[in-house]
């Protein structure tokens, strides 16, 4: 999906500093949560990343098929 992503038209950057970037940080920082011995405070910063990408990864499926939409249109 990231290589597509940049192929077609839409806003979306997946590679902003201090983000998730990819699926291996995301599972990452999957694991970071589920630790048990991770900080509440730790747990609460990687489940907002973890939100950010997936709305990321979202917003990115809905340009893809829009695009494909309009270029079937064509």
């Not at 699926?23 to 990687?46: H, L, V, Y």
């Not at 997936?54 to 939409?69: Q, V």
Request: proline letters at 3%; glycine letters at 6%; aromatic letters at 10%.
């Amino acid at each position: 999906m990231k290589k597509v992503i940049k192929a077609i038209p839409s806003d979306i950057n997946y590679e902003e500093e201090g983000n998730i970037g990819g699926g291996a940080d995301a599972q990452m920082a999957w694991f970071i949560c589920t630790d048990p011995k991770t900080s509440k405070e730790e747990k609460n910063r990687q489940i907002k990343l973890l939100l950010e990408y997936c709305t990321k990864d979202t917003l990115a499926l809905y340009y893809l098929i829009k695009f494909l939409i309009n270029y079937k249109k064509k």
